[in-house]
């Protein structure tokens, strides 16, 4: 087998095999296959597209090039979530004790963040005393006897992606649909669990811009999983401006409290809702989505999901009294309005440029090498839709200097106030084939 003939086999519109397409990936990550003819091949692949089982095939040729978790000691339906990425995006926090609270397993393994603010370790991190790193015999145990449990990536896992991602950011590849399915759900499923609810982003804050892009992908990778045994659902959701309305680490802790609580942004309360409606459906744990999400709001109402929330936290050596006392969590210096500079109704919040907003107080990283901040940060006042008067606060700046003129411009430049503006649709549509 020679990869050039493949190359002009996938050139030509055919199909590949599943044979050709793991003597691709491993040759590829092994190195006996060079960057120039792994480039050839991503760019046939990106105008030819690829069928859904060659979708599925390229995805476990990734998954089999490293490691992957056995979660099999864990008792029940270990159901994963994961996001295409946002900016305020707190929905893990959330999830994760809201849906263990209903007996739902919740393995997590999360990042750290690279962008606008950091990851879901990061952002846990601003608990004091938290800690990720546990080996794997304490993370299963933990899961089967509490229920929940959040640690960092560990392993080789799909070094394939590693070697591809970074190719296709250098080749024009990066938008190639079945490249992005592949890549996010051979992490998915290296991961160990059983069904995976997926939130696909669309707007100007997400890396599909367009429904058409979002619908595409999502489907994509919902037939993924399911071709590999993974079932699998989906849900469009808006990022053309930010989810709730904190912006940084400590800040979104605070707001995940308040959602468990009850009082929490109707953006994030409705997204966690249908999410995990997703994960109890998946779970068996319910019939129906209207019938799971009764479940989750049951467990807000009564406490008991704030409650899997401080038992989570102690567990993995966190002061769990911040339930109580979020201003135990770590607390910005100053605090500064940006006011409305006239009346009307907001129009637009550039949901991107917020993020680099907060990013320049620190609340995010550039490089990996970046420290965070994990006091600081942006609070939202005002969303799409809201009247506003001069002189209104739009933000609360949270920062640890005084001089902000660069992130009060950003925010300025972000924020559109109009005669008229109208919220967007939260929920685009849910994909369940």
């Not at 100007?204 to 979002?214: C, H, L, N, P």
Request: proline share 3%; charged share 25%; with cysteine.
């Amino acid at each position: 087998m020679r990869i050039v003939d493949l190359i002009a086999k996938k050139r030509d519109g055919k199909e590949l095999s599943a044979q050709e397409i793991e003597f691709f990936v491993k040759g590829y990550t092994d190195g006996a296959i060079p960057d120039y003819q792994a480039s050839a091949m991503m760019m046939a692949i990106y105008f030819q597209d690829m069928t859904d089982r060659e979708c599925a095939d390229l995805t476990m040729a990734m998954v089999n090039s490293g490691d992957t978790i056995d979660l099999s000691a864990i008792d029940g339906i270990k159901v994963d979530k994961h996001s295409t990425g946002g900016v305020g995006d707190t929905t893990t926090l959330v999830l994760a004790p809201l849906v263990a609270a209903l007996d739902i397993p919740v393995a997590k393994m999360s990042g750290r963040g690279l962008g606008h603010t950091g990851g879901t370790l990061d952002k846990l991190e601003s608990v004091k005393g938290f800690h990720i790193e546990i080996n794997k015999d304490e993370f299963i145990d933990l899961v089967n006897r509490h229920k929940v449990a959040v640690i960092g990536q560990s392993g080789n896992l799909t070094p394939a992606d590693k070697k591809m991602y970074a190719l296709r950011d250098v080749t024009g590849t990066v938008n190639s649909i079945p490249l992005i399915a592949s890549s996010i759900m051979s992490k998915k499923i290296a991961a160990g669990s059983d069904a995976i609810v997926l939130d696909v982003k669309t707007g100007a804050g997400a890396f599909m811009k367009t429904d058409e892009d979002a619908i595409e992908l999502a489907k994509s990778m919902v037939r993924i999983g399911n071709n590999v045994g993974r079932h699998t659902m989906a849900v469009i959701s808006d990022m053309s401006q930010p989810l709730g309305f904190a912006i940084g680490n400590a800040l979104e802790v605070q707001e995940a409290i308040d959602t468990l609580k009850g009082k929490g942004p109707a953006d994030l309360t409705e997204l966690t809702l249908v999410l995990g409606s997703q994960m109890v459906v998946l779970a068996k744990k319910a019939k129906n989505l209207e019938e799971a999400r009764q479940m989750l709001l049951e467990v807000i109402n009564n406490g008991k999901a704030l409650d899997k929330f401080r038992e989570f936290l102690a567990n993995q050596g966190g002061d769990a009294s911040v339930v109580d006392h979020p201003e135990r969590l770590p607390q910005a210096k100053f605090k500064i309005e940006v006011p409305a500079k006239t009346s009307g109704v907001v129009a637009n919040i550039i949901a991107d440029e917020i993020g680099v907003a907060a990013m320049l107080l620190g609340a995010g990283r550039a490089t990996k090498e970046d420290d965070i901040d994990l006091a600081v940060g942006l609070m939202l006042h005002k969303k799409v839709g809201d009247s506003v008067q001069l002189g209104d606060a739009l933000v609360t700046i949270y920062a640890n200097r005084e001089e902000v003129s660069s992130v009060m411009e950003k925010i300025y430049s972000s924020i559109e106030i109009a005669e008229r503006g109208q919220a967007p649709k939260l929920i685009h549509t849910v994909i369940t084939q």
